[in-house]
C-alpha cells in the first residue's frame, strides 16, 4: 500500500477509535471527519468511507453533508437504492445551496446507475438550479445530454398564446352575390378576431433502437381555448367561445431510420377530437419526413402526410394531403430561426370542406429562460380558397394571421435526440397532425 494512502487509512483508524469511546471524548472534529471522508473516497477506500460517514450521522442524523459521503460511499459498493435514500435525505435537511446541489447531484447519480434516466434528469435539474458556476453547469448539460440519449421516454407540456385574426376559419367577405342579389353574412359567419390559448402534452416511448434505426409509441393530447377581442365582441355579441373548445387525443407508431445526414422518419396514427363539448372528427393518419443536417448549426425538415378524416356529427369524410418544408438555423448566440412553408389539399363532397390552403411561417427560439423555461415566438400567414358551391357560387378566400409566443417549461421536458440528429440542443419533432376545426 502506498505510504500515502497507509497514513490516510491510519488516520480513518484513530479517527474510528476515537469516535467510539463517547460522543464528549471526539478527538477529531466532525469538519475533519468530512475532510477525511472526501479524501478516502479519492483514494477509493470507499469502504472506511462509508464507516465515517455512518459515525457522522451517529452523531447528527440530519448531517446533509455526511449523506451526501453516504450517498457516494454506497454507490462506489453498488448499493443504489441505499445511495438514492441518502442523496433523497440529504437533500430535505439540506439548508445552503452547495448542500441543495451536492444532494441533487448524488441523488441523480444513484438514479443514473439504478437505470432511471427519468428520476436523474428531474434531479439533474434540481442540480442546475444550484450550480455553483458556469462550468458547472456546464458539465450538468452534458451529463443531462447523455441521460436523454439513454432514457427511452419523452414527455413534454408545452403552452402558447397567440392573437388570431380569425379564430372562427369565417369568411373574409362580409357579403356574397347570388342570382344577381346580395345577401349580407351573419356576422358570425365572417371572420372574428380574438385569441387563442393552447396547450399541449406529448408522450412518446421508445421500445427499440439500435445503430441504424428505432422504433417509438406515443400519444399527444391537443387543448385550444379561445376569447374575443373588445372589437369583435360588439360586431358579433352572439358569438360564444365555448362552442369553438377544441380537444384533440392522437396515438401513433413511428419507425426511425438513422443516416449519416439525418433520418429518414415513417409513421401510422389514429386521432379523434371535440368541438365544444359534443364529437367532432375521428382520423386514420399515414406520414413520412426526412431530415437533413446541414453541417454544426442547420437543418431541413420535409414532411408529407395522408389523412382521412371523418367527421362525427354529418358522417361527412374528407381526405387531407399536406406537403410542408421547415429550414432551422442556430445562431451563434444559440437562439433558433426557422422557416417553414405548408401546402394542404382537402378533398370533399361538402364545397364547405374542400379547400386548398397555403401557409409560411418563421419561428425564433430564445433559448432558455430562467432556470426552467424556453421561451419561442412566431409569425404565420395563411391563405385558404374554397370552391364554389351555392352559397359562395364563386368560391371563397380566406387569409389568416397569427402571432404566437410559446412557453415551454423544461423541469416536464425530457425530450429526446437522437446523437446523429442533434442540432447543439434537442430537436422538436411534431407528433401529430391536428385537424382545426372548420366553420
Known amino acids: 500500500m502506498p505510504w500515502k494512502s497507509l497514513g490516510i487509512s491510519a488516520i480513518a483508524t484513530l479517527f474510528l477509535s476515537c469516535t467510539t469511546l463517547a460522543a464528549q471524548d471526539l478527538r477529531i472534529s466532525p469538519e475533519d471527519g468530512r475532510s477525511l471522508a472526501i479524501q478516502l473516497l479519492r483514494n477509493n477506500e470507499v469502504a472506511a ?32 437504492t441505499v445511495a438514492r435514500q441518502a442523496g433523497q435525505a440529504a437533500w430535505a435537511y439540506a439548508t445552503t445551496d452547495q448542500e441543495r446541489f451536492s444532494a441533487a447531484t448524488v441523488t441523480a447519480q444513484a438514479l443514473a446507475s439504478q437505470e432511471r434516466p427519468t428520476q436523474a434528469q428531474f434531479w439533474l435539474r434540481r442540480a442546475s438550479n444550484f450550480a455553483p458556476n458556469e462550468t458547472t453547469t456546464q458539465a450538468i448539460t452534458r451529463d443531462y445530454s447523455l441521460l436523454e440519449q439513454l432514457n427511452p421516454l419523452q414527455f413534454r407540456v408545452q403552452f402558447g398564446a397567440a392573437p388570431s385574426s380569425n379564430i372562427n376559419n369565417g369568411s373574409s367577405v362580409d357579403s356574397i352575390q347570388f342570382g344577381g342579389n346580395t345577401f349580407l353574412l351573419n356576422p358570425s359567419s365572417q371572420r372574428i378576431s380574438g385569441y387563442e390559448f393552447s396547450s399541449s402534452f406529448d408522450l412518446n416511448y421508445r421500445i427499440q433502437e439500435n445503430d441504424n434505426n428505432q422504433t417509438s409509441v406515443g400519444g399527444a393530447v391537443n387543448i385550444f381555448r379561445y376569447a374575443l377581442t373588445d372589437d369583435s365582441k360588439i360586431r358579433a ?50 406520414a413520412a419526413e426526412r431530415i437533413w443536417i446541414l453541417g454544426e448549426s442547420a437543418r431541413l425538415d420535409g414532411s408529407i402526410s395522408l389523412v382521412n378524416v371523418n367527421y362525427d356529427q354529418t358522417d361527412e369524410v374528407s381526405q387531407v394531403v399536406s406537403a410542408a418544408i421547415n429550414w432551422q438555423k442556430t445562431l451563434v448566440n444559440e437562439d433558433r430561426f426557422g422557416l417553414g412553408l405548408t401546402y394542404v389539399q382537402t378533398t370533399a363532397d361538402d364545397p364547405a370542406i374542400a379547400n386548398d390552403a397555403v401557409a409560411i411561417n418563421a419561428t425564433y427560439n430564445f433559448g432558455t429562460v430562467g432556470q426552467n423555461l424556453t421561451l419561442s415566438s412566431g409569425f404565420g400567414y395563411r391563405v ?56
Open 49 to 80: 468511507a462509508r464507516t465515517i460517514a455512518e459515525t457522522l450521522l451517529s452523531a447528527n442524523p440530519q448531517d446533509s453533508t455526511a449523506l451526501v459521503l453516504l450517498s457516494q460511499a454506497e454507490r462506489a459498493l453498488g448499493n443504489f
Open 237 to 286: 355579441p352572439n358569438f360564444d367561445v365555448s362552442d369553438r373548445a377544441y380537444n384533440r387525443l392522437d396515438v401513433f407508431v413511428r419507425r426511425d431510420w438513422f443516416l449519416s445526414n439525418g433520418l429518414v422518419r415513417s409513421e401510422f396514427g389514429l386521432g379523434a377530437s371535440t368541438l365544444g363539448e359534443d364529437p367532432y372528427t375521428t382520423e386514420v393518419r399515414i
Open 384 to 439: 385558404r380558397e374554397f370552391e364554389p358551391s351555392i352559397i359562395t357560387p364563386f368560391g371563397r378566400e380566406d387569409r389568416q394571421t397569427t402571432i404566437s409566443v410559446d412557453i415551454v417549461f423544461l423541469r416536464l421536458n425530457t425530450t429526446v435526440s437522437h446523437p446523429r440528429c442533434a442540432l447543439r440542443g434537442k430537436r422538436r419533432i411534431q407528433t401529430s397532425h391536428v385537424t382545426r376545426p372548420r366553420h
